[in-house]
């Protein structure tokens, strides 16, 4: 065999090896839809990912599978199948467990800060650091500046600095 074509050979495998990692990642990314034909379903599924397990912490009720989720799934389905709506089963499941039960907070009253400060501690924080990096940038522009100046006693002081340098060099 020649080395092209060893290496031809290799190429292909390792283009063929991240073709298929490429390939898995995009099936990963791609949303499965449940139940696309019964549109009762889909209302229980989009209740059931509003609502946590009220007794595992942040676990959603989709995904949860105590006996507590098992009858709060059963009651969604009754409460969607009367024909209430998807938001008044989940402020049913609120009355009765309280905000705890929500996977996200409600944007309204204190609640919302929960929401902005998040942002707003982002922002003031890249604000600081653009200010330090603006007076860090100028007090070296001030410094390069300031050892450019063309003073008598300074080259004397350099050249000074520089042989006791050599000397101390010299002597280890």
Same mark, same amino acid.
């Given at each position: 065999m %020649?080395?092209?074509e060893t290496f031809q050979g290799r190429r292909q495998r390792v283009s063929?090896?991240?073709?298929?990692?490429? &390939?898995?990642l995009a099936s990963l990314a791609v949303? %499965?839809?449940g139940y696309a034909d019964d549109p009762l379903a889909e209302k229980e599924l989009e209740v059931e990912r509003q609502l946590g397990c009220p007794i595992c912490t942040n676990l959603p009720l989709n995904v949860c599978d105590n006996q507590l989720c098992e009858e709060m799934r059963g009651i969604i389905r009754e409460k969607l199948a009367a024909g209430e709506?998807?938001?008044?089963?989940?402020a049913y499941f609120v009355s009765r467990y309280g905000e705890a039960v929500l996977l996200e907070p409600p944007r309204q009253g204190f609640n919302l &800060?929960?929401?902005y400060l998040p942002i707003l501690a982002v922002v003031i924080g890249a604000a600081i650091v653009l200010i330090f990096l603006r007076q860090s940038l100028q007090r070296g522009r001030l410094s390069a500046e300031h050892l450019q100046i063309d003073d008598p006693t300074l080259d004397r002081y350099r050249r000074q600095v520089r042989r006791d340098l050599e000397r101390f060099e010299g002597t280890r």
């Open positions: %020649r080395p092209s063929l090896v991240i073709a298929l990692g490429l &390939a898995l949303p %499965r839809v709506t998807p938001d008044q089963v989940v &800060a929960v929401w």
